[in-house]
């Protein structure tokens, strides 16, 4: 008994000093997960695309999205993948209209595919989530020969958007909801080398692509004034998603073992990440709001370089341009 005794004592100072740091990590965690959708919404006989809707965000986005009772198209690359998580969405909500189909935002035939078919089987088009993307990749180019941040983070929406049109105007009110990031305070639409061609960094490639995708939010919400089409962007914060797969660096032993859970307190939930999302996608209130950045289901201010009209509209005309779209 006294060996006990002895024992405890030795230990009682390392798991108190553990036990008071689990609850500061885990009471920090809760604080993390950030604004929270809470409206009850009815959405049976509204119709949403959501691009990358097979993991991540995406998918808790289409799982919200059906518990409501929308018809929902995920636009995913992996159609084994999408196939996959569209079965596990059928199966946990009760809704069967949940489709899966094909859509590389890297391939501008895959995008212009996906809409034809779309068009084929719906008439209408209420909600449009531009949600994939890919993160700190190293330097590859989208199959037109664009650097891959930028031309699926960007280009493919852009172009996904544009073919959607006028199905969003016919089925008015309707929505268009931009999912950036934060990282568009560090971005910088780099105009003399926008596709990375002199010099190639990972980071910076990623910014300018979130940086281009409330430009783009902007300047459609701006050229969809008085249609009942509203164009909003928002930052759904740091998630614990697979987003940050293509990084090295967190494939490593050490980030596994150390950093992650050092991190897990400061990321939310995949859930409570598409939160903001679902906030700018349904919330009755938003009905007519357009061109407006959201974080945590509220407003938030946008960088400077994200007011630049002018840049905004460059990029419009040069985005045309690679997207193959006729003046």
Request: glycine share 8%; hydrophobic share 40%.
């Amino acid at each position: 008994m006294e060996i006990i005794v002895n024992f405890l004592q030795k230990i009682a100072p390392a798991l108190l000093t553990h036990g008071i740091l689990g609850i500061i990590a885990f009471c920090l965690r809760l604080y993390m997960q950030g604004g929270k959708f809470r409206k009850q919404t009815d959405e049976t006989g509204k119709v949403a695309i959501v691009t990358g809707g097979n993991t991540g965000l995406g998918k808790e986005t289409v799982m919200e999205l059906a518990r409501r009772g929308a018809t929902i198209y995920m636009a995913c690359r992996n159609k084994e993948k999408g196939e996959k998580a569209r079965r596990e969405i059928v199966k946990t909500t009760g809704n069967s209209n949940v489709f899966s189909r094909e859509c590389d935002l890297s391939s501008q035939d895959s995008i212009r595919e996906f809409v034809s078919g779309f068009k084929k089987e719906q008439r209408e088009l209420h909600i449009l989530i531009n949600n994939a993307g890919v993160f700190w990749v190293p330097r590859s180019l989208t199959k037109e020969g664009y650097e891959m941040h930028l031309g699926v983070n960007h280009i493919g929406h852009f172009l996904l958007t544009h073919l959607l049109l006028d199905v969003l105007k016919r089925s008015a009110p309707s929505r268009v909801v931009v999912v950036s990031s934060k990282a568009h305070e560090r971005g910088q639409i780099q105009s003399e080398d926008i596709n990375s061609n002199r010099s190639y960094d990972e980071g910076v490639a990623y910014c300018q692509s979130k940086l281009a995708n409330i430009l783009f939010a902007r300047e459609l919400a701006i050229r969809l004034e008085g249609t009942g089409v509203t164009v909003n962007a928002l930052n759904p914060g740091i998630a614990d998603t697979e987003i940050a797969r293509n990084v090295i660096f967190f494939q490593t032993k050490f980030a596994q073992t150390i950093l992650r859970p050092l991190l897990w307190s400061l990321m939310k939930t995949p859930r409570n990440g598409a939160q903001t999302t679902l906030y700018a996608a349904l919330d009755p209130d938003l009905e007519t709001v357009s061109g407006q950045y959201f974080s945590d289901c509220k407003p938030a201010p946008l960088a400077p370089a994200a007011l630049d009209d002018q840049m905004g509209q460059w990029l419009w005309a040069k985005t045309e341009k690679w997207a193959g779209i006729p003046l």
